[in-house]
């Protein structure tokens, strides 16, 4: 029998480190006593993972999962991600909601693969003059390759047959090598075309989730740490490139007043620093909160509101589309990071990814679920939940003993 996870789920509704808290409470799980004993240590988040950051290194100590993914919102992010709306949760800010897909390991079933390809071939046919050249050889990659495997990947979740499994990884991995070079070589052009960036990155991004998701699934989590760490350079140039030809070198511009119409805050910023750090894209100084953020750009001057000609060259709207494409940029790979590192929980725990991605998913209707009972909570759409994560076989034993 699997080490059951937290079932009693947390909703994420006040800052991240209360809600973990709360959880910590909730399961008398060791989080509570490390924040209790370590006071300088701090919480982050990487994809659908929390992280415990402490002087001895990191640790994953809870998963987050949002109830009810929908089509209308990935096509809006995907294939229309100009005009995508940023919403903000309190706890985890607004980049998580560029993503393609929404928080959780529940949302890569096969299934929602499909809707998130779907969205990413209607994005194609906005884009296809940019791409040029490319366009004939992205086209056959996505029509043969990514289609199969996502569909091979939904097999699998319908009859558990593993050779559907292993026929999504390796198609999938092909696929990653094709659009892991075509957004590499755009990223490395005098000007990059963030449009084409963006699509490539996210076709390679897909594909990462696939063979990642197949590698969990087939629990062959050795071999998903090597592909990570392969692609991991990759991964970071494409972020670094993104970030550079996006916001480095003008953060003040996103500060300005004018750019508040389009939902830019100190706190979203705080948050994409804090991303562009752990991807290596930003290295000139620690942004551990808003005030490290604020303090850094104070030297370059915030415009506040002015009737004078705006400052910055390209417009708030332009600098609001470039914003969302970092910020998508950031997501993406942080997803496919968070596989990498359910890979890890899962080699360390003996709790295999498939057992708890059913756990999860059994947790996620039931809040979903109206009942008669005052003693469960109902979770509204599109709320984000906290569940611990299986703690490593060392700790298990421990607390038995």
């Known amino acids: 029998m699997p080490v059951p996870i937290a079932t009693l789920l947390t909703p994420v509704a006040t800052s991240l480190t ?19 004993s370590e006071p300088g240590a701090y919480l982050s988040r990487v994809g659908d993972l929390v992280l415990w950051n402490g002087e001895k290194g990191s640790s994953v100590v809870a998963g987050l999962q949002a109830v009810g993914e929908n089509q209308t919102r990935i096509l809006s992010t995907v294939a229309a ?5 940023l919403t903000t949760n309190i706890a985890l800010g607004s980049i998580h909601t560029l993503s393609m897909a929404s928080l959780g390991i529940a949302s890569l079933t096969g299934g929602m693969m499909v809707w998130r390809l779907q969205a990413i071939q209607k994005r194609l046919d906005h884009i296809k003059s940019i791409l040029q050249e490319t366009h004939a050889l992205v086209r056959a990659g996505i029509d043969a390759n990514l289609t199969v495997a996502v569909q091979k990947l939904g097999a699998f979740d319908n009859n558990q047959d593993q050779s559907e499994a292993k026929d999504a990884r390796d198609k999938a991995q092909y696929v990653a090598a094709v659009y892991g070079r075509l957004a590499s070589d755009e990223a490395m052009e005098k000007s990059p075309k963030l449009a084409a960036l963006n699509y490539a990155t996210r076709c390679y991004c897909l594909a990462l989730l696939t063979e990642f998701r197949a590698r969990l699934l ?9 592909r990570y760490m392969a692609e991991k350079p990759r991964l970071e140039h494409i972020a670094g ?24 805050t100190l706190n979203l910023m705080t948050e994409l620093y804090q991303h562009a750090q752990r991807l290596s894209a930003f290295t000139e100084t620690p942004i551990r909160n808003s005030t ?3 303090e ?8 506040g509101r002015t009737f004078l000609p705006w400052p910055f060259g390209a417009g708030p ?34 709790v295999p990814f498939k057992d708890l991605q059913e756990q999860v998913k059994a947790a996620e209707e039931k809040v979903q679920t109206p009942v008669e009972s005052p003693t469960i909570t109902k979770i509204p759409s599109e709320e984000i939940f906290a569940y611990a994560m299986p703690q490593p076989q060392s700790q298990q034993n421990a607390r038995s003993n």
């Not at 991600?81 to 709306?85: K, P």
């Not at 030809?245 to 508040?260: N, Q």
């Not at 850094?296 to 415009?303: A, K, L, M, P, T």
């Not at 940029?329 to 899962?346: M, N, P, S, T, W």
């Open 317 to 350: 709207e332009e600098l609001a589309i470039n914003l969302k494409y970092t910020m998508a940029c950031f997501e993406d790979i942080g997803r496919v990071e968070a596989l990498y590192l359910h890979g890890q929980a899962a080699r360390n725990s003996a």
């Open 218 to 226: 087939l629990n062959d989590t050795g071999e998903l740490a090597n």
């Open 18 to 36: 209360i809600s973990m808290l709360r959880l910590a409470q909730e399961k008398g799980i060791p989080l509570l006593e490390k924040l209790l």
């Open 241 to 264: 490139v993104t970030f550079t030809r996006t916001i480095a070198g003008k953060p003040e511009a996103f500060l300005a007043h004018a750019m508040r119409h389009h939902g830019v």
């Open 81 to 85: 991600i100009e005009n995508a709306q």
């Open 292 to 294: 490290d953020l604020f």
């Open 296 to 303: 850094y750009v104070w030297d370059r001057g915030i415009s």
